[in-house]
């Protein structure tokens, strides 16, 4: 069974200061994706990452997937209160053609003013 | 419509009741996923569908639950004689299966309470 373990699990900080989320596995990813969750919402897709290694900022979202496709990271520079929510990792393994999303259990982050 | 739709956004039900959550997906996404939320936790995944076929139905926890998606659109999550450890959010998504990567587009999700 493919897992996707997310670290840390809640997060509390001040605007202004500086996160970094990680999501790990023992296993090998075609691809994974960030998503952030708002209260009453769905899942929101941030960013999709393929290569291993790969590096994708979005203004001051910071994304990495490990060169072996098994981690992915995510940092957040000078966090917003509207930075605040659930923040889920999600990778893809098409082996057999099977596109079922594998999840982790979320960051939950507040950023207080 | 632009994205993918869910109703009802809430349902209360009795225990032993029987309810059917629907989920309207984005036109032409031919994959189509049902998820279950508890509060401050990740999707769990449900069941997968590619076209009218389930693809995987592995997450469904028992033969209670039950999906359709008879003309590869719309979609119906069949819940029988309900218990209380099923209320949760449930999500849908769709997405286009193309390419090495699945992006998938979430609905509002259905709060479902069982009393």
């Known amino acids: 069974t493919q897992l996707l373990e997310q670290s840390p699990q809640f997060l509390s900080i001040q605007e202004g200061e500086n996160l970094t989320v990680y999501c790990n596995s023992s296993s090998v990813f075609s691809s994974l994706q960030w998503y952030r969750q708002e209260p009453g919402e769905g899942p929101v897709l941030l960013v999709t990452v393929v290569t291993g290694g790969e590096v994708k900022k979005l203004k001051r979202l910071t994304f990495q997937f490990g060169d072996a496709r098994k981690d992915s990271s995510l940092h957040i520079t000078a966090a917003q209160t509207g930075d605040t929510g659930l923040y889920l990792c999600?990778?893809?393994?098409?082996?057999?053609?099977?596109?079922?999303?594998?999840w982790g259990l979320g960051t939950s982050l507040a950023v207080n003013p | 419509g632009a994205g993918v739709s869910q109703t009802p956004s809430n349902k209360v039900t009795e225990k032993g009741k029987y309810v059917e959550l629907r989920c309207d997906p984005i036109s032409g996404h031919t994959a189509l996923y049902w998820y279950r939320q508890s509060l401050g936790q990740g999707p769990e995944f449900l069941i997968y569908?590619?076209?009218?076929?389930?693809?995987?139905d592995s997450g469904l926890p028992n033969d209670r639950f039950f999906a359709v998606r008879p003309e590869g659109s719309v979609s119906t999550l069949k819940i029988q004689r309900t218990e209380r450890g099923d209320s949760a959010v449930y999500l849908c998504?769709?997405?286009?299966?193309?390419?090495?990567?699945?992006?998938?587009?979430f609905g509002q999700g259905t709060r479902l309470t069982v009393v």
């Open positions: 998504a769709s997405s286009l299966t193309l390419g090495e990567t699945t992006e998938a587009f």
């Open positions: 569908f590619q076209g009218t076929g389930a693809a995987d």
């Open positions: 999600a990778g893809t393994n098409n082996a057999g053609n099977n596109r079922k999303l594998i």
